[in-house]
């Protein structure tokens, strides 16, 4: 039989159903605490994430949420996010960008962290819609359109924010591969 639909989960949720909002947690937890590291650091992630749960449990007690429900979720998850980052300075976890080295040695160990390390603050410097972008659709590995109806954007508009970051990266990154070779 298959698993039941996030729809069909939150409706038993409105009803009481503890084991349902269970299932939606151990469901979407990881995904949506990923994200909020991403954009907010590990301390503040854990608080979003656990308000996102009970404002999820709290929203479907006695009524149906709204469908999509994967999109209304991670819609309350992204708001909280936004507030988050509205309400204290922007922080990124710079251990959540890893690159893998391709040559050995001390001087490539270097050059490889020396690129991450700058990879890292200009994500954590590029504006909060388009770090939540890029954290949906690359990160989450959401689609587009889900992705911007959580940021409640058009698909045209999210991929216009996804073209100005990886712009931004890329110049970023072509001047620091510059500096290297040199």
Known sequence: MADPSDEDLLARVAVGDGDAFETVMERHLSAIGGYARRMLGPTAADDVTQECFLRIWRAAAG????A???AWMWRIAHNLVMDQLRAAKPHIDLDSVTLVEDRPGPEARRQSNEVAEVLRRE??????RQRAALALVH???????EAAAILEVSVAALESLLARARRRLRVVLGDLRKDLVE
Do not use: H
């Not at 009524?63 to 709204?66: M, N, T």
């Not at 994500?123 to 909060?128: E, G, K, T, Y």
């Open 63 to 66: 009524r149906a949420a709204p």
């Open 123 to 128: 994500i954590a410097a590029l504006p909060a």
């Open 68 to 70: 999509p429900a994967r």
């Open 139 to 145: 990160d989450q590995e959401l689609p587009a359109a």
